[in-house]
């Protein structure tokens, strides 16, 4: 009988918070960021806390994974060689990196994932990381669903696959329009999104062909109606971006996507999720209520769409009508949805202007906004803040709890309870008593008082009694009896080791002899890895040797089909074309071979 995969649903975690909440929700993995080294430069988080998430995780057998993933200087390689021991000796089940001078360091054995920000596109990457001994590759958002199946045909090394959240219209890894810009990397956690910023479009006469719009900013990924597609491909752990976003965003999208796993499953017998317990919710989780800018499947499908958000880089949210009628204070919308006090909107009217603002009071379909608004007739309403939605969610009683079997037997010098746990563990506990025949029935009273799991992490999944005889068992013993057991279970479960790498990391032939600074080199000690790996000519990194006319920016995302002018069909502008934003300006390149854009300061 082939054995289930098991498919992890990965979400982030800003903070202990907001890693806790996930494991609540459903989550079979979460990823936060380490004290220092992280790409999220604004998200650390002390040893302390990642220390109490694995603790918090392992219950569950949900798994904690820290990123560690910017490129080092030769100055904190030490720094970050003594941290990797520290996170190793917390419980810490993996490293997310980018620097491949962390593996010439001296490791303790814990498992590596190789970060997105290593541009892991290709198959001939992907194999040279399994070869290297990575056990598991973030892959690049912008791979179709045939793609990743190709990847996965051909190696063996688990595929994480981003399902949902913000995308960065370049190549994870290959943007250093920030650092070009102002001198803050990306690939040092510190970007400025200029992604988001609005741009002039101009063609190669001068001439303003679009003014002041989101040119680079995309809508956010969302593959909920592809996840079957995407496990089928080969994907394995199905990651949620988000390590800056609030508890509430952590809490609906994880609650959202753990609801759309558990359906596939329950039809799936070759498929099973990657931790233990089941979450139960007091809200409907619903992703269009948490923070997006509209939605998009990105390249999954193989087929290009619209992607792009020029009006706003902010949240739009959900759709849900149209204004109806503009009096002095108040607005009146067309809508069947119920509005709330404190409700958040935005309007965008017949000339593609947006307007923001948030609501005193709603009577009905009429609403009272805060602050004087001006907006037309006609003009499409979305709601992005949904007070009474958002405050459900913040105040909810999410729990995850375990499944046990209880059984309750008779012994020569008393009672035995045994507790078994959905993760395989098995706990005992006996009581050494007298017998004496009870005046009335106890099995009710027996499975009523080993039943009360409803302060812990366990729920009963079923109870067996075998006794001889109808023997008086006291509550206060039974319900002794059921403390000890369940004290002991949680420390056979705490007492669960960490997954180790189970092989070793070694150098293997790379794809190439000679390296670029889109290899992101940044130190010495990854200069040596690649040299051992054969490359014999070496560039630094393009934060520590600008390169002038350099590709700051290579993304699969076209700004010629986006605005319907794609060569293939002979529409273009007068080229080449720039993107200005203040005195800045941007010279973009099109490779329609490879279907890609580039930004060359």
């Not at 099995?443 to 005889?469: A, C, D, H, M, W």
């Amino acid at each position: 009988m082939n054995e289930k995969r098991k498919i992890e649903l990965l979400s982030p975690a800003k903070n202990l918070e907001c890693g806790v909440a996930a494991i609540t929700c459903g989550a079979d993995a979460v990823y936060i960021g380490s004290p220092k080294f992280s790409a999220r430069f604004a998200a650390g988080n002390s040893v302390e806390d990642v220390q109490r998430l694995c603790d918090f995780a392992h219950l569950y057998g949900a798994k904690v994974y820290v990123a560690l993933n910017t490129i080092l200087t030769d100055e904190e390689l030490k720094e970050t060689e003594s941290l990797i021991h520290t996170l190793y000796k917390i419980g810490v089940d993996a490293l997310i990196v980018q620097d491949m001078g962390i593996l010439m360091l001296d490791l303790p054995p814990i498992a590596l994932h190789a970060s997105t920000q290593m541009n892991n596109r290709t198959l001939e990457k992907v194999q040279f990381l399994e070869k290297v001994g990575f056990s598991q590759v973030v892959l690049a958002r912008e791979l179709s669903q045939e793609q990743i199946a190709s990847i996965y045909k051909s190696t063996h090394v688990l595929l994480e696959c981003f399902i949902h959240g913000a995308l960065c219209v370049s190549y994870s890894g290959q943007c250093y329009l920030s650092e070009a810009m102002c001198g803050r990397s990306a690939n040092r956690g510190q970007c400025a999104q200029y992604c988001r910023h609005a741009y002039d479009l101009l063609d190669a006469n001068g001439k303003t062909i679009i003014q002041d719009k989101h040119l680079l900013s995309l809508r956010d990924f969302n593959l909920s109606n592809h996840l079957e597609s995407l496990i089928d491909a080969g994907a394995s752990s199905l990651k949620i971006e988000g390590r800056l976003k609030e508890v509430d965003y952590v809490k609906n999208v994880t609650a959202f996507y753990r609801q759309k796993l558990d359906e596939i499953f329950a039809r799936r017998s070759d498929l099973q999720k990657a931790s233990f317990g089941k979450s139960e919710y007091d809200f409907i989780p619903k992703l269009e209520k948490s923070f997006n800018r509209g939605f998009t499947s990105y390249f999954f499908t193989g087929k290009r769409e619209k992607m792009a958000s020029f009006l706003t880089p902010k949240s739009i949210g959900e759709p849900i009508g149209k204004v109806l009628t503009v009096k002095e204070k108040s607005l009146l919308i067309d809508t069947q949805e119920v509005l709330n006090n404190g409700d958040g909107f935005c309007v965008i009217d017949n000339f593609d202007h947006i307007i923001g603002f948030r609501i005193n009071k709603a009577v009905g379909n009429e609403v009272f906004p805060a602050d004087r608004v001006k907006v037309g007739k006609g003009g499409m309403v979305y709601r992005n803040f949904d007070q009474n939605f958002n405050n459900a969610v913040n105040h909810s009683n999410t729990s995850r709890k375990l499944a046990v079997s209880i059984k309750f037997f008779e012994t020569e010098a008393g009672f035995n309870l045994n507790l078994i746990c959905e993760n395989g563990l098995l706990c005992s506990q006996s009581v050494v008593m007298s017998k004496e025949l009870a005046q009335k029935p106890q099995k009710e009273n027996i499975i009523k008082q080993l039943s009360r799991l409803g302060s812990t992490i366990f729920y009963p999944q079923k109870v067996e009694i075998e006794t001889s005889n109808d023997w008086f068992i006291p509550s206060s013993i039974l319900s002794k009896l059921r403390q000890d057991a369940i004290e002991k279970l949680i420390e056979l479960i705490g007492n669960q080791k960490v997954n180790c790498r189970n092989k070793d990391l070694k150098p293997t032939q790379y794809m190439k002899l000679t390296t670029d600074y889109s290899d992101n080199i940044h130190n010495e000690k990854s200069a040596e890895f690649y040299r051992s790996c054969g490359v014999e000519s070496i560039q630094p990194s393009f934060e520590k040797m600008p390169v002038k006319g350099a590709k700051v920016m290579t993304c699969k995302y076209c700004l010629l089909y986006e605005l319907g002018k794609c060569r293939k069909n002979g529409k273009s502008f007068v080229e080449p074309l720039y993107l200005q934003t203040g005195n800045k300006k941007l010279r973009l390149d099109f490779d329609c071979k490879k279907c890609e854009m580039s930004i060359i300061v």
